[in-house]
């Protein structure tokens, strides 16, 4: 895999455009000092590696009905390929499940579900996700206060030098070639 060079124009455009993702290519450039013609360049080389993997417009929850967040540590009867992608495709079609992360520790899998109040969450929980298949235990957490919920991720991990930092990749998880530079 390629590597990408990452400087500290495109931090400042990755953070910019983390906290106003609908600015205009003029105003992220004012933003971080740069002409809106290579914002636009650095945008679509940002996602053509991956690094921006799309655009959305993020939702209240709760002015859109859905008063109930809840956190489900799921336990599966068997483990196996064929029965963590049968959960896994399961849990992917709901759309009250928001996130579904494989987890260590006690359970298998973590899910972040919305519900519009109590009972319709009930509802879902008696009848859809416990019904989900090779589900053995399923302990729940129902938030009662937002704190903090952010999709703004940290990079300032990105302005270390080099020699600190492992370089990126298109694809993550893979380990930079020798010698390679960032």
């Known amino acids: 895999?390629?590597?990408?060079?990452?400087d500290r124009y495109d931090i400042?455009?990755?953070?910019?455009?983390?906290?106003?993702?609908n600015a205009t290519n003029a105003a992220l450039?004012?933003?971080?000092?740069?002409?809106a013609s290579q914002i636009s360049r650095r945008l679509q080389r940002l996602a053509d590696t991956g690094i921006i993997s799309g655009h959305a417009a993020l939702l209240d929850p709760s002015a859109i009905g859905l008063g109930v967040t809840a956190f489900a540590h799921v336990t599966l009867e068997r483990h196996g390929k064929a029965h963590s992608d049968a959960f896994e495709n399961a849990a992917m079609a709901m759309p009250e499940v928001m996130d579904c992360f494989s987890v260590s520790g006690d359970a298998d899998y973590l899910l972040r579900l919305v519900a519009p109040d109590l009972p319709a969450f009930s509802e879902l929980m008696m009848?859809?996700?416990?019904?989900?298949?090779?589900?053995?235990?399923?302990?729940?957490?129902?938030?009662?206060?937002?704190?903090k919920q952010t999709h703004v991720?940290?990079?300032d991990h990105l302005t270390q030098p080099a020699r600190e930092?492992?370089?990126?990749?298109?694809?993550?998880g893979r380990e930079p070639a020798a010698g390679g530079t960032t």
């Open 29 to 35: 450039g004012d933003a971080v000092h740069l002409s």
């Open 127 to 147: 009848k859809r996700v416990l019904r989900l298949p090779g589900v053995a235990h399923i302990k729940t957490n129902i938030a009662l206060q937002k704190v």
């Open 165 to 172: 930092r492992k370089q990126l990749r298109y694809a993550a």
């Open 1 to 6: 895999m390629p590597i990408i060079t990452i």
């Open 153 to 155: 991720l940290p990079l």
């Open 12 to 21: 400042s455009l990755l953070d910019a455009l983390q906290r106003n993702g």
